[in-house]
């Protein structure tokens, strides 16, 4: 038997309003070429200027994730040529980074460690056609956070799973919008498998570029299974760095060790030293607000859901405000929660939205017995299709159900008149009859019966009140 040992390392761009070390524009989707500046395409003689806004956000995230921040790091340039690095070395932070020692702890309450949390600049964007290669330089720049893990994940699962918190802490804390489409959180894994009975770890391949939840899974799954094979073949494993096939499925060879690059890192010549003074750490600490887990935990507690219900509204932080902002106006959180996750969740991920207000209306027409579950469902998906009020729609369609209990007696006992055999039955103990009362009462109000309050006056009919 093998146990897979997995180690993450991931980078996140922090949305600041501009690039790390100049003025230009730090900006998703714009024009290529349009936010650069001798700065950020590495011209002779531009020195860089540190973004106070980025450090901010990186320690912001650094505390959010338990670590420890350094009063004092240090930047250092990575040296190496690729063609959208146009300074040919990349600012970042190698012996002295930002914050260390950190952790999240998963819902198995395992605790998966963070070695290190660095700042440094991205890089510019490759974008291969048929024609050859374009490169837009708007990215080069741009603040990434750069999380490495100790290797103390053991699975997939675990790995998506602490990718999914990370994502989220990075959203709760506003530094972030994590989306992985984007590109704005990326991440590369490292794998290797060990003998379950043995102390000694064995050879580490890495994968690059996992650029989803799912790619992430598949191609750990597939990289156990590669180096399984080879080791039970009596092969093995060689050191190097993998890329993955999206289409295939499968990882394959991008550099062995032996073409592996040397960095010849060196401090910043042009960087004094980053120095965070305690009340500047203190006030971080203090903007934090609340996080996910702290949320869940809150929603358990305060307000009695359930473990699951908790975890689901909360990993999505806008379903979570969705949530705790209609529960202001409709203050019954079970429900108000299995409305949020299920019917306006599944909207909400084909991006639809509503608004707590529509929301609250909507849940109180059917509290009061307006309309039928049911229809709210209907109704709800054309709240959030057209933006109109839930009243209004259910005016057009008119969806009203009837619940006035005097004319509801009045079809009731028709129907039970019409079919006296079977009151007979009923009343001889086929219990099962009532079904079919109910069913000619929906039929004859084309469903717009209020089922609760017939099902009451059928009770007292039927039994001869
Ligand atoms: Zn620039």
Same mark, same amino acid.
Request: overall charge neutral; some cysteine.
């Given at each position: 038997?093998?146990?897979?040992?997995?180690?993450?390392?991931?980078?996140?761009?922090?949305?600041?309003?501009?690039?790390?070390?100049?003025s230009?524009?730090?900006?998703?989707?714009?024009?290529p070429n349009?936010n650069?500046?001798?700065?950020?395409?590495?011209?002779?003689g531009t020195?860089?200027?540190?973004?106070?806004?980025?450090?901010?956000?990186a320690t912001?995230?650094?505390?959010?994730?338990?670590?420890?921040?350094?009063?004092?790091?240090?930047?250092?340039?990575?040296?190496?040529?690729?063609?959208?690095?146009?300074?040919?070395?990349?600012?970042?932070?190698?012996k002295?980074?930002?914050?260390?020692?950190g952790y999240?702890?998963? /819902? *198995?309450?395992?605790?998966i460690?963070?070695? %290190?949390?660095h700042? !440094?600049? $991205?890089?510019?964007?490759?974008?291969?056609? =048929?024609?050859g290669?374009?490169?837009?330089?708007?990215?080069?720049?741009?603040?990434?956070?750069?999380?490495?893990?100790?290797p103390?994940?053991?699975?997939?699962?675990?790995?998506v799973?602490?990718?999914?918190?990370?994502?989220?802490?990075?959203?709760?804390?506003?530094?972030?919008?994590?989306?992985?489409?984007?590109?704005?959180?990326?991440?590369?894994?490292?794998?290797?498998?060990?003998?379950?009975?043995?102390?000694?770890l064995?050879?580490?391949?890495e994968?690059?570029?996992?650029?989803?939840?799912?790619?992430?899974?598949?191609?750990?799954?597939?990289?156990?299974?590669?180096?399984?094979?080879?080791?039970?073949?009596?092969?093995?494993v060689?050191?190097?760095?993998?890329?993955?096939?999206?289409?295939?499925?499968?990882?394959?060879?991008? /550099? *062995?060790?032996?073409?592996?690059?040397?960095? %010849?890192?060196?401090? !910043?010549? $042009?960087?004094p030293?980053?120095v965070?003074? =305690?009340?500047f750490?203190?006030k971080?600490?203090?903007?934090?607000?609340?996080?996910?887990?702290?949320?869940?935990s809150?929603?358990?507690?305060?307000?009695?859901?359930?473990?699951d219900?908790?975890?689901?509204?909360?990993?999505?932080?806008?379903?979570?405000?969705?949530?705790?902002?209609?529960?202001?106006?409709f203050?019954?959180?079970?429900?108000?929660?299995?409305?949020?996750k299920?019917?306006?969740?599944?909207?909400?991920?084909?991006?639809?939205?509503?608004?707590?207000?529509?929301?609250?209306?909507?849940?109180?027409?059917?509290?009061?017995?307006?309309?039928?579950?049911l229809?709210?469902?209907?109704v709800?998906?054309?709240?959030?299709?057209?933006?109109?009020?839930?009243?209004?729609?259910?005016e057009?369609?008119?969806?009203?159900?009837?619940?006035?209990?005097?004319?509801?007696?009045?079809?009731i006992?028709e129907?039970?008149?019409?079919?006296?055999?079977?009151?007979?039955k009923?009343?001889?103990g086929?219990?099962?009859?009532?079904?079919?009362?109910?069913?000619?009462?929906?039929?004859?109000?084309?469903g717009?019966?209020?089922?609760k309050?017939?099902?009451?006056?059928?009770?007292e009919?039927?039994?001869?009140?």
């Amino acid at each position: 038997m093998w146990e897979p040992v997995i180690g993450l390392e991931i980078h996140i761009q922090l949305q600041t309003k501009s690039k790390l070390f100049c003025s230009c524009k730090n900006s998703y989707g714009d024009p290529p070429n349009t936010n650069i500046c001798p700065v950020c395409l590495g011209h002779p003689g531009t020195l860089p200027v540190l973004n106070w806004e980025a450090v901010k956000m990186a320690t912001k995230l650094a505390t959010a994730l338990h670590c420890r921040i350094n009063p004092t790091s240090y930047f250092a340039r990575k040296n190496y040529f690729y063609p959208d690095l146009p300074k040919g070395y990349q600012i970042t932070q190698h012996k002295y980074p930002l914050a260390q020692d950190g952790y999240i702890v998963l /819902r *198995s309450g395992k605790k998966i460690r963070i070695e %290190r949390l660095h700042l !440094e600049e $991205d890089s510019g964007k490759s974008i291969h056609t =048929e024609e050859g290669t374009l490169i837009d330089f708007n990215r080069c720049g741009v603040p990434l956070a750069e999380i490495v893990t100790k290797p103390d994940i053991s699975s997939p699962e675990e790995a998506v799973e602490f990718l999914k918190i990370l994502r989220l802490v990075a959203i709760y804390t506003g530094v972030s919008d994590a989306d992985m489409e984007k590109g704005n959180m990326r991440c590369d894994a490292n794998l290797s498998l060990k003998p379950a009975d043995s102390g000694s770890l064995g050879v580490k391949t890495e994968v690059k570029n996992l650029n989803s939840f799912r790619f992430l899974a598949r191609a750990l799954q597939y990289e156990i299974e590669r180096q399984r094979k080879l080791l039970e073949a009596g092969g093995k494993v060689v050191q190097e760095t993998r890329g993955y096939d999206s289409h295939r499925g499968i990882t394959f060879t991008m /550099r *062995s060790k032996e073409e592996a690059h040397d960095y %010849r890192y060196f401090p !910043e010549p $042009d960087l004094p030293p980053l120095v965070l003074s =305690e009340e500047f750490l203190g006030k971080i600490k203090e903007g934090i607000g609340e996080l996910p887990w702290e949320k869940k935990s809150r929603f358990v507690e305060e307000l009695g859901l359930d473990e699951d219900t908790a975890w689901v509204l909360c990993g999505e932080k806008e379903m979570a405000d969705l949530f705790e902002e209609t529960l202001k106006h409709f203050p019954k959180p079970k429900e108000l929660a299995n409305w949020v996750k299920t019917e306006v969740m599944k909207l909400w991920k084909e991006g639809l939205r509503v608004t707590p207000i529509q929301l609250t209306k909507l849940l109180k027409m059917v509290e009061q017995g307006y309309i039928s579950r049911l229809k709210a469902k209907e109704v709800l998906e054309e709240v959030a299709k057209t933006g109109k009020n839930p009243e209004e729609i259910v005016e057009e369609k008119g969806l009203l159900q009837i619940s006035d209990e005097a004319s509801l007696r009045v079809i009731i006992e028709e129907v039970v008149r019409e079919f006296p055999d079977k009151v007979e039955k009923y009343r001889s103990g086929k219990k099962g009859l009532l079904g079919f009362f109910m069913g000619q009462v929906m039929r004859r109000t084309r469903g717009k019966a209020n089922p609760k309050i017939v099902n009451k006056i059928l009770g007292e009919v039927l039994n001869g009140k």
